[in-house]
Structures are given as C-alpha cells and as structure tokens.
C-alpha cells in the first residue's frame, strides 16, 4: 500500500492545480481592478513551501500605516510577500513597539525561519506594520535638449567695441554746440 501513496499524492496534485500554494511572484501583486498592492501578509503555512502562503490573505496597499492591525490579523501572519521597489517593515508589539524587522521586495513563504531575537521566529508575530513602495520611474523620460553652450554666470559677456558718440542726430544737424567764453 505505501508504494501507492505517492502515486496517488501526484495523481491529486495533477487533477487539481489549484489546490497547491505557492507564493505568488512579488511583480504579480496587483488588486482585482490593476492598482498596485505593497504586500500580502497570509496566515498559512507549511513544513513544505508548495502549501505556503494559503488561507485568508491581507492585503497592504502602499503607504499603509498600521500600528494596529485588524483584530483577526494580529499575531496571525505566517508567510508574506512584498512588490518589488516596496519595503514591509513590522513590529512584534501593537502600537510599533517591541522586536522590529524590515522585509524588503520578494516572497517569505515561512516566517518561522527568520528569527525574532535569540529565542523566536516572525511567525505569528506580526503585530503592527508599515509598508512603503518608491515611486515606479516615469515611462518614457521625456527628451533631452540639445546641447548648447552657455557662458558661465561668473563671466560677463564681452562689452561692444568703442565707438564715439557723434553729437548729430539723424539728420546730421549738431545736437548740442560747445561755446567757449
């Protein structure tokens, strides 16, 4: 019979693909209507990473300041991950008190393996965070100037050649006379 089972467990796992849990790739982390997500925070996970990030998810948007999570999400999280240009940063304690920890972009499948102090783990741990994301680059930067030589400010420009001032005006009539007494 125990040569059966593994044949069965991959038969299972063939029929129904959804029912495996792998962690979402963090450049995936997007709401139902395309905005962006920071981080998604899940409170399953496994000896096995197939079945991580499983069960009930809580999604981070960016900016998300929270010293206090929702009642049912404190000391639950057990896998996480963060978008790519976002940072998780999370506190052991409500009120951001307590262990501290920053998680930068890519999946965290089990907390269990990054360590919260001497003795524990992040895994149900989380008891407050903040996630923020950098700005993503502009599309399509908008077109450089040509190059084009300016003077430097310290330097004037160069003044006009000298040229006498005549005392006639157009009409070659003298503008002013010099009488001497």
């Known amino acids: 019979m125990f040569p059966l089972c593994p044949l ?8 129904a693909p959804g029912v495996r849990g792998i962690c979402p790739v963090p450049a995936d982390l997007k709401n139902a209507d395309g905005t962006r997500t920071c981080a998604k925070l899940y409170d399953k996970s496994d000896a096995y990473y197939e079945n991580c990030c499983q069960g009930a998810e ?3 948007e960016p900016g998300a300041d929270l010293p206090f ?14 978008a790519p240009r976002c940072e998780l940063t999370v506190w052991s304690v409500r009120g951001k008190g ?15 393996e990054y360590r919260r102090g001497i003795f524990g783990d992040w895994a ?3 008891s407050a965070l903040y996630c923020r994301c950098a700005r993503p680059p502009p ?4 077109p450089k100037p040509p190059f084009q030589a300016r003077p430097h400010p310290c330097h004037k420009p160069p003044d006009p050649p000298f040229k006498p001032h005549s005392l006639t005006d157009q009409t070659s009539e003298p503008l002013a006379q010099i009488r001497r007494p």
């Open 8 to 15: 069965l467990l991959a038969l299972v796992l063939a029929i």
């Open 98 to 112: 307590g262990k501290t920890r920053k998680f930068s972009a890519g999946a965290y499948p089990r907390l269990e």
């Open 124 to 126: 149900n741990s989380i």
């Open 69 to 82: 999570l929702p009642s049912n999400w404190g000391n639950t999280a057990s896998s996480l991950v963060v």
């Open 139 to 142: 599309a399509d930067p908008p």
């Open 58 to 60: 809580l999604s981070v």
